[in-house]
């Protein structure tokens, strides 16, 4: 107790320095376990962002069990079995209450009138509340059925009229009469599961029913049917619920729910659980993995730094005391009661540090976590942070035992001399040097090499610590020059600097700490500018523009149609169609407003926005030719050879694009006037895209070869001019890869309103010429990966999922599919559809300057908007990336490490205060002026100063130029063409901001030892 | 001033000297600090080292306190020879047998401590079980006159006031040899009389030999016995105001200063042997 009370009375006595140690190592401390704390929050983040993001069908438990193959168990067996199972109590911490459904998928709803097409029959439980009702009621008994108001509107049904729902085969469990139309967009997901009812989709075939939206019933038609029914549940994940505590639990709780199988139950129905979480959770165990390795490493470099200010304040400390311990040995104390002496103070303000260093830790971290980090993250004092504290303490403790060692050891009376004799030597021992250079080299390697783990993250600190350490070693060597130098200088203060650097270890070890400090923070800058630089450019090239809406709509044409009809200047929004295919996929934009509305970098494929809109549509040979109604013409078949039956057919396009063939009839020999009745052309004109000649199935076909004569065409409204550009607004062949197989019918001759053909038909394969109002081949840029496959081809997978010839006239990064997949323009791959469109995503990219009311415009022009992503908000998703907290955690390890450095030089300047005071009294004695003893002061600390801060600058560069490729490598792949930097400004800032604040910190030291040089203090100097 | 009912001191220590040498480097050159001194200080005596600036006073006080080792030579400090203790055991005689007060008050003290923070600070490096057998830090600082200011921080003490608190400290393990350089510099008449009183009731209440470095000829007359150094030698000895030159083993004899100037460095001088001693006269010219 009275030790304790001593070594208070000691702190309080020298408060300045006291205040200087404990707040270095409150910082020490606090940076040691921030670390292990953040990276426990990250993680958690990581975690629980990813499962956010994660497709409900991956992260969901899905229970299934259906009637097909178990005929022995009725539905609502099965339902019961489903349901039981579903309510599983072991996921209820993580899981939400399960849906139920009960569907028919292939119903076949129809009317008196005829088949309204193919159709889902279901009941969701909580239906009614689930979907808005536009009008009537919801199903509430057997015998009752609500459409889709557009299935309702396409198919011309009313409320009040019986359908047939084509589900069984008994006609009394099978009708139903309309009892409500709801709006399909207006589904909650959270009774719906992984479903929607909007399945609305034009027949891919000719003559085949339109897929419709899903027609719901209620429970008691489901349970009655004999038909093929499914169940299903679905227990959506609470992502929140998810602490990264939980996660084990959580899966072990899954595994457990899928693995085993449903034993027979109280009806004996088979049922399936299924779920994608366990491998989810494995696919981001290498994000974990990253963040906790970047973790380790970053806080060890704080830990190891903090260790080494500790010591150097320590050590400074310790000197200072010298007089005192060299009194404890004066009074005989043995060695361990000196030692207990000495190091009280230190140990005392190191513990006192590890609270308050938690406590600021813990508020750094729920800052961090709201700031940075996903909501309701975690933020706990972690063991592993209670471990890094207490080490960070143990070692400030070695620190201080290491420091004190030389003044244990000295002679009592060269203490009380206050000279400095042989101590202090550590940083210049050969091994340590030779071990941090060791160690760098091995770094360097494991960078070169392209790793990002173990020794490569500690790379950045060791290559600094060498470079400092052999600075500690070059600088007394230079200086020993500078002194014969400065000797007949007339400028005495640069003559003591030079010389004070010379013979002095602490100024060496201060070249060491910044040097180390602003190399790690040099890096931490420069790779989290560089890094954040390429996550703004990936979200950009993920995105497409600074706002993407996915929405529904019957067909591309239609998408495209309604974004013009919203925006007809095209400053602000563009139709973009993806789909997919073997090859990437195929995205699909409106090309001419890729450079208003796009957020397209010409680094992406070597393109500028405008060009790139030029390159993907150029201009076509011909323009459209419209018809509406019907088109007739005289139509003159004059035979060269063969003679049998042609047929003559017109293609068209419809207003949403969806492309028809309609059948003109035989030619005879001779004139005729032909008619094609364009039904679907009577609302809307359609786009003449073809006139197709073929023979019909006959066995044995034979060849026929015929000059052809159209002319006198004309439609609904009028005459129709089939030869705008005369032959060259046509070409052979349907479409541009039949060219090669079928080149059957080509354009002779064509002038104002004749067409001119030769024709030559053999077997069953048309023969065809098309309106080249679109490219031959399609102009695309392909993603360079699918451009550097050996097997690249020379056709893609169209609208129609049909292959079409394309001319690839660049390769790079696409916008969404990046490097995969083809890009290409949307009217002309609509133009080159041959069918129905096959699935397909609809987009509507909006530009960062679209007005705010488009998202309505959009709706209001029959558009639904099912979601809806931005640039900002997918480059806040990849902030929260492993990559991102990882070099988020370097830069908080740059701000503590520069905050650190410059604390030391503070603290160094209070604690040497009195040491360096005697010398300078003494100087001031023989009649130095104050303006001469603070240049001194100044000079040697800026030199010192600026030899760190040079050297950390070069070294942290040097790591950036090594790491960062090996940072980014990884997570550039695929993605835009990485820069690695320099960041110049932020760098620049932070070392003119570094190296200003160290000057002005050496400026009020030297100014400080220099008010307390008074030549008072050498008589306390023993003679 | 009372002395204490149960103050357990230890008895005086005696000091001898045999031949000690004490050689130093500064640079690329030997320096002898001290050179062949013999001197015997029998316990419970007060003896004053006189001497000019780097006569060596300080370097033998040092050798006796074993904070400096002899280069050659003996030394015993009571029956225990010191040439042959390790430094723990040398840290036991300080700790306990042997007192040091340095020059310089100030620092003999915990700057931030009061006296009694001082004595107790002194205490530690005492067995704790031994430790009952010392006086209490505030019984001491009452025998030496400093109870009312025992509980004051050591800065707002007068230099005089600090110096005896410094003598307190170095006599707090109750040790039988008190070795005290300049104790008296630096203060006016009354704060020296007051030190030397000081050490005068140590010597007598407790019985320790006391060996003192100082400057000032009015101390050592006031101790008793003076040794007198110059260049690294006992050069002269005082007892009882009658001064006696000492013969050195090689047969060297150091001239008292008025002597010296009359005789120069150089001046050649006749010793002859007559029936009532030795006489020394000036070679004639």
């Known amino acids: 107790m009275t030790s304790l009370r001593l070594a208070l009375k000691g702190l309080r006595w020298r408060a300045g320095s006291s205040l200087a140690v404990l707040l270095v190592a409150v910082a020490a401390v606090g940076g040691a376990a921030l670390g292990p704390m953040y990276a426990h929050s990250a993680e958690e983040s990581l975690v629980r962002d990813g499962l956010a993001q994660a497709p409900t069908v991956t992260t969901s438990v899905q229970y299934r069990g259906g009637v097909a193959g178990q005929t022995q168990f009725t539905p609502i067996e099965i339902r019961d079995a489903v349901e039981q199972q579903a309510a599983d109590p072991a996921l209820d911490p993580w899981y939400l209450t399960g849906t139920l459904a009960m569907s028919v998928v292939n119903g076949s709803p129809a009317t008196a009138d005829g088949a309204l097409g193919s159709a889902q029959v279901s009941w969701y439980r909580g239906q009614c509340e689930a979907v808005i009702i536009l009008a009537g009621q919801c199903p509430r008994g057997p015998g009752e059925a609500m459409l889709s108001a557009r299935t309702a509107d396409q198919a011309g049904v009313g409320l009040g009229e019986q359908v047939r729902l084509g589900i069984t085969a008994d006609p009394a469990q099978d009708q139903a009469t309309v009892v409500g139309l709801y709006d399909a967009a207006s589904a909650d997901p959270a009774v719906w599961g992984l479903g929607t009812p909007q399945q609305f989709r034009t027949a891919a075939i000719e003559g085949q029913p339109d897929r419709l939206d899903e027609v719901l019933v209620d429970e008691a038609t489901m349970s009655g049917i004999s038909g093929d029914v499914s169940v299903s549940s679905l227990r959506q994940l609470d992502a929140q619920s998810v602490g990264l505590s939980g996660v084990d639990a959580m899966r072990a709780a899954v595994e457990t729910a899928t693995a085993i199988p449903n034993p027979d139950d109280i009806s004996g129905a088979r049922t399936v659980a299924t779920s994608g979480l366990p491998a989810f959770l494995d696919s981001l165990q290498p994000q974990v993995d990253s963040m906790r390795a970047a973790t380790v490493a970053v806080t060890l470099q704080l830990v190891l730094l903090a260790w080494f200010v500790l010591f150097l304040l320590v050590s400074a400390t310790s000197e200072e005391r010298a007089g005192e311990i060299a009194l404890a040995k004066l009074r005989g104390m043995t060695p361990r009661s000196t030692v207990s002496f000495g190091l009280a103070e230190p140990v005392l303000l190191l513990l006192v540090a590890v609270p308050i260093g938690l406590a600021l830790a813990w508020l750094a971290d729920v800052f961090l976590a709201r700031a940075y980090l996903g909501a309701g993250t975690d933020v706990a004092v972690t063991p592993v942070a209670l471990i890094a504290a207490i080490a960070t303490c143990l070692g400030g403790a070695l620190a201080a035992a290491l420091a004190a060692r030389g003044i244990l050891t000295a002679p009592v009376l060269e203490q009380l001399r206050r000279t400095s004799g042989r101590r202090a030597r550590l940083l210049r021992s050969s091994a340590v040097d030779a071990m941090a250079v060791a160690l760098a080299v091995a770094g360097i390697y494991q960078l070169r090499r392209g790793s990002t783990d173990g020794l490569a993250l500690l790379a950045p600190g060791l290559i600094a610590l060498a470079a400092g350490l052999l600075a500690a070693r070059a600088l007394p060597r230079l200086a020993r020059i500078a002194v014969s130098r400065t000797r007949t200088s007339s400028s005495v203060a640069s003559f003591i600097a030079v010389r004070n650097i010379a013979r002095r270890p602490s100024g060496l070890r201060i070249v060491v700490l910044l040097t180390l400090a602003i190399g790690i923070a040099v890096f931490a800058i420069d790779g989290w500018f560089v890094a954040s630089a390429n996550r703004d450019q990936l979200a950009r090239a993920q995105v497409g523009s600074a706002t993407v809406l996915t929405v529904s709509t019957d067909s591309p044409g239609a998408l495209l149609a309604a974004v013009d009809e919203v925006d007809p200047d095209g400053n602000a929004a563009l139709a973009a169609v993806t789909v997919s295919n073997g090859d990437g996929g195929l995205i699909a934009v409106d090309a001419s407003r890729l450079a208003a509305v796009s957020s397209w970098d010409p680094t992406w494929a070597g393109n500028t926005p405008t060009g790139i809109g030029s390159t993907l549509h150029p201009p076509s040979p011909s323009p459209s030719i419209a018809v509406q109604g019907g088109l007739t013409a005289d139509v003159t078949l004059d035979r060269r050879s063969g003679d049998a039956r042609v047929l003559f057919a017109v293609a068209v396009r419809d207003a949403r694009g969806v492309p028809h063939e309609i059948e003109a009839g035989e030619l005879a020999d001779g004139s005729q006037r032909v008619t094609a009745d364009l039904p679907m052309c009577e609302d809307q004109p359609c786009t003449l895209t073809a006139l197709t000649f073929r023979q019909p199935i006959e066995i044995p076909s034979t060849a026929v070869e015929a000059d052809i004569g159209i002319s006198a065409a004309s439609d609904s409204l009028g005459p129709v001019d089939l030869a705008p550009v005369g032959a060259a607004g046509w070409r052979p062949g349907a479409s541009s890869i039949q060219v090669p197989v079928d080149a059957g019918a080509a354009v002779a001759s064509a002038t104002a309103g004749t067409l001119g053909l030769q024709v030559s038909l053999d077997g069953p394969a048309d023969a065809a010429v098309q309106v080249a109002d679109h490219p031959d081949r399609l102009p695309v840029v392909q993603g360079s990966e699918l451009a550097a496959r050996p097997d690249t081809s020379t056709v893609v997978s169209g609208l129609d999922g049909r292959f079409v010839g394309i001319d690839v006239r660049g390769e790079g990064v696409l916008p969404r599919l990046l490097s995969q997949g083809t890009l290409t323009d949307l009217p002309y791959a609509l133009a080159a559809m041959e069918s129905a469109p096959g699935p397909f995503t609809a987009m509507v990219w909006l530009g960062a300057s679209a007005p705010p009311d488009t998202v309505a415009d959009l709706e209001r022009a029959g558009l639904v908007v099912l979601g809806q992503e931005t640039i900002a908000s997918r480059s806040a998703e990849l902030d929260r990336s492993s990559e991102a907290l990882s070099l988020r955690l370097f830069v908080l390890a740059a701000l503590l490490a520069l905050a650190l450095a410059a604390g030391t030089l503070l603290a160094s300047a209070y604690v040497v205060t009195r040491r360096r005071g005697y010398e300078l009294a003494a100087l001031r004695a023989l009649g130095a002026s104050t303006r001469t003893l603070v240049g001194t002061g100044r000079t040697e600390q800026s030199l010192l100063a600026g030899t760190g801060v040079a050297l950390g600058t070069a070294a942290g560069l040097w790591s950036a130029s090594l790491a960062i490729p090996a940072l980014l490598g990884a997570s550039a792949a695929g993605g835009p063409p990485p820069w690695f930097g320099p960041a110049w400004v932020p760098v620049g800032v932070v070392v003119a901001g570094a190296l200003a604040l160290l000057l002005l910190v050496a400026d009020a030291g030297s100014r400080r030892i220099a008010r307390k040089a008074v030549p008072e203090l050498l008589r306390q100097v023993q003679e | ?285």
Not at chain 2, 121 to 130: G, L
Not at chain 2, 202 to 225: Q, S
């Open chain 2, 1 to 285: 001033m009372s002395a204490p009912a149960t103050a357990k001191q230890s008895r005086g220590l005696g000091v001898r000297c045999e031949e000690l040498v004490h050689i130093y480097r500064t640079g690329d050159v030997d320096v002898v600090a001290v050179r062949g001194v013999d001197l015997v200080v029998r316990a419970g005596e007060r003896v004053a080292l006189l001497g000019p600036s780097g006569s060596g006073k300080s370097t033998l006080l040092g050798m006796l306190g074993g904070l400096i080792p002899p280069s050659a030579g003996r030394l015993w400090i009571g029956d225990e020879e010191t040439g042959g203790l390790s430094e723990r055991a040398l840290l036991g005689l300080r700790a306990q047998r042997i007192g040091f007060v340095l020059q310089g008050a100030a620092r003999n003290l915990l700057q931030y401590g009061t006296p009694i923070d001082n004595v107790r600070f002194a205490h530690r490096s005492v067995r704790r079980s031994a430790r009952r057998d010392l006086m209490e830090p505030r019984e001491l600082l009452d025998v030496v006159g400093l109870g009312p200011v025992a509980d004051r921080p050591v800065p707002s003490l007068a230099g005089g006031e600090q110096q005896r608190v410094a003598l307190a400290v170095a006599v707090a393990n109750g040790p039988g040899l008190l070795l005290a350089d300049e104790p008296t510099s630096q203060l006016d008449t009354a704060g020296r009389d007051a030190v030397l009183d000081l050490l005068d009731l140590v010597n007598e209440r407790f019985g320790t030999t006391v060996i003192v470095v100082t400057h000032d000829a009015d101390v050592g007359a006031r101790l008793g016995r003076t040794v007198s150094m110059r260049y690294g030698r006992v050069g002269n000895e005082g007892d009882r105001g009658q001064q006696y030159t000492v013969v050195g083993k090689d047969g060297s004899v150091h001239l008292p200063d008025d002597v010296v100037a009359e005789w120069p460095p150089g001046t050649h001088v006749l010793v002859e042997r007559t029936e009532d001693g030795v006489h020394m006269r000036r070679r004639p010219t």
